[in-house]
């Protein structure tokens, strides 16, 4: 069972979808996850489809939310891949769940995908409603910024954006960048040969994965709070909930594989396991049923020990 529904941010609404398990009783409590999208994903991809109905399946309760600015959430400027704002998306999250009396607000854990693995510790260090974090191929958006989408020169990319915002000061029209290739095709034609990138194009850009709000592009003018920003700082003080990272074998530029080596390191959680998932790539956990068998057969135990 499924239902939409809307929350407020700070002057506009989220927009998410509420997953119910199969036998769900309103007159009970339930423990409740939080599934949050990759960078320019939506709901209705991975985080919903995949993950979440995963969760409700297995009796959970799961919220899954389209970040602020993005999908069918509000907020202006459209497309804005801001780390400060998709960390507050948790608060807002956890500010609505609250008010439902079918969710037990001592079991509220967090479950985020790519870049939304990141935002999920991030949110976790200072969000102390999350009581149990599952990070599935997570990306620390932040070294991704400086380093990968910022071409190891992230002063240029700065200085880029800086003389964006002064154009766009004066009146020029806003500059939104694609974060793929058209195609797979086009993307090799291009030169391009790495498997992160190539494989997003794949799930991203075609029946696969495709869905009408999965935007993959993002306002240039507003990133450079990603450029200074780190998921991880602090973690060896901050983040103390038992944690999950789930990662595979097949790294790709976007770096999921280190950054979950290093979470999992610097984490102050005295409960918390690293599951590589042998032979498979970032792109494989999204929605390959094999790979994700294995995630989730790590995970629901977790989210049923843990909350």
Request: glycine fraction near 10%; proline fraction near 6%.
């Amino acid at each position: 069972m499924k239902k939409t529904v809307k929350y407020k941010a700070l002057y506009w609404d989220i927009a998410a979808n509420l997953l119910f398990p199969p036998d769900f009783d309103e007159s009970k409590k339930y423990p409740t996850i939080i599934s949050t999208h990759p960078i320019g994903s939506c709901k209705e991809q991975t985080s919903g489809s995949v993950y979440g109905q995963a969760l409700a399946d297995a009796g959970f309760v799961v919220l899954v939310p389209d970040a602020s600015f993005q999908g069918e959430s509000g907020g202006e400027p459209r497309l804005m891949e801001n780390p400060a704002f998709r960390v507050e998306d948790y608060r807002y999250a956890c500010d609505y769940l609250v008010t439902l009396p079918f969710v037990d607000e001592n079991r509220i854990g967090v479950l985020g995908i790519c870049g939304g693995g990141g935002y999920s510790i991030s949110a976790a260090k200072t969000e102390r409603r999350l009581k149990a974090v599952v990070s599935i191929t997570g990306v620390n958006f932040g070294r991704l910024s400086r380093e990968g989408f910022a071409g190891y020169n992230p002063i240029d990319t700065l200085e880029s954006i800086a003389q964006q915002l002064s154009a766009e000061a004066r009146g020029a029209q806003l500059q939104v960048d694609g974060l793929l290739p058209p195609s797979v095709e086009e993307g090799k034609k291009a030169g391009i040969t790495d498997i992160d990138v190539l494989e997003a194009t794949d799930y991203y850009k075609t029946s696969r994965g495709a869905q009408p709000n999965g935007a993959t592009s993002a306002l240039f003018s507003h990133r450079a709070v990603a450029v200074d920003w780190n998921a991880f700082s602090n973690a060896e003080t901050l983040l103390t909930q038992p944690l999950l990272v789930v990662i595979g074998d097949k790294p790709g530029g976007f770096g999921a594989y280190r950054d979950g080596q290093e979470i999992y390191g610097r984490a102050a959680s005295k409960k918390k396991e690293i599951v590589v998932v042998e032979g498979y790539s970032h792109y494989d956990l999204y929605d390959k049923p094999e790979p994700v068998k294995q995630a989730l057969d790590k995970v629901i135990p977790f989210f049923r020990e843990n909350l």
